[in-house]
């Protein structure tokens, strides 16, 4: 996994799990569709909005000054994924 990547969303954790999963997630997927025209895997259940990204959103402006690639975006949401399922499992989803 991208190392700067991994720093950032480290640092982004207050605590709530659940929802700087969500966030970074959504970020992801934002990024995946409308900077780098890739396709989100049907899993990720993410639809994407029909007014484009969230581009005041801090994590998806950290994916583009980054400039992650689609293959490491794609890594990182794979592992969101996981992780938000692993919340759930726990009980600490909301």
Request: contains cysteine; aromatic residues 14%; glycine residues 6%.
């Given at each position: 996994?991208?190392?700067?990547?991994?720093?950032?969303?480290?640092?982004?954790?207050?605590?709530?799990?659940?929802?700087?999963?969500?966030?970074?997630?959504?970020?992801?997927?934002?990024?995946?569709?409308?900077?780098?025209?890739?396709?989100?895997?049907?899993?990720?259940?993410?639809?994407?909005?029909?007014?484009?990204?969230?581009?005041?959103?801090?994590?998806y402006?950290?994916?583009?000054?980054?400039?992650?690639?689609?293959?490491?975006?794609?890594?990182?949401?794979?592992l969101?994924?996981?992780?938000?399922?692993?919340?759930?499992?726990?009980?600490?989803?909301?």
């Amino acid at each position: 996994m991208n190392k700067d990547l991994k720093t950032h969303f480290q640092l982004s954790n207050d605590g709530d799990h659940w929802g700087n999963c969500m966030q970074w997630l959504f970020a992801v997927c934002d990024y995946l569709t409308f900077e780098k025209d890739e396709c989100v895997p049907d899993e990720w259940q993410f639809k994407p909005s029909p007014l484009g990204a969230d581009e005041d959103d801090f994590n998806y402006q950290t994916l583009k000054e980054l400039n992650i690639t689609s293959k490491d975006a794609l890594h990182f949401g794979n592992l969101l994924v996981r992780f938000s399922e692993l919340l759930k499992r726990k009980g600490l989803d909301y």
